[in-house]
């Protein structure tokens, strides 16, 4: 039988809950999601390295097992998609606000590979204000927003910005 493949495509610089709950919800649609973490190595960015990332995601998504693939790509995601096996594309969405640019990414992507679907997905509303963004504002300036992370994750945060 064929299996079931989404990619769930993003920076995760770092992984936060939000991305867990919808990693947990797109394996209730697929057999198996690969998270693929965009990267450009002409313009790295961020503040863990794309290793750091799939290190963290690795440690908090061992539970799901065979579910789950963690990989990293730079180029068009459509193409990317397609050479990792898989017509469906995870994305999240929070408030409004991430509506504009998901709706034209989307329709982007449609024009590139007609055959590969966007399926957005919305988190648990306690998730609705989670974003790496603001976890790495917080924490950067001594905050607590351990919350929003998995604990490995939150540990990782303050080494970094210890040093
Ligand atoms: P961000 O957009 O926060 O920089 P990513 O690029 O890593 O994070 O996000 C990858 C995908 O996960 C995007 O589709 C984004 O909308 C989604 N996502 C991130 N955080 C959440 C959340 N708290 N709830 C729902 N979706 C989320």
């Known amino acids: 039988m064929n299996r079931r493949r989404a990619v769930y495509p993003g920076s995760f610089d770092p992984i936060t809950n939000g991305h867990l709950d919808i990693l947990r919800r797109a394996l209730g649609l697929v057999d198996e999601v690969v998270v693929a973490i965009a990267y450009n190595h002409e313009k790295p960015s961020g503040l863990f390295s794309v290793d750091e990332r799939i290190e963290m ?94 604990s490995i994750v939150a540990d990782r945060l303050r080494e970094k910005f210890k040093s």
């Open 57 to 150: 995601i690795r440690e908090v998504t061992a539970a799901f097992g065979e579910q789950i693939r963690i990989d990293s790509f730079h180029g068009l995601l459509v193409d990317y998609a397609r050479r990792a096996g898989a017509n469906v594309i995870i994305r999240g969405l929070r408030a409004v606000a991430d509506f504009e640019y998901e709706f034209q990414m989307a329709s982007m992507n449609r024009h590139l590979a007609g055959d590969v679907e966007t399926v957005f997905l919305m988190a648990d509303e306690q998730y609705f204000y989670t974003s790496s963004r603001l976890v790495k504002e917080v924490m950067g300036f001594g905050g607590d927003a351990s919350a929003f992370v998995p």
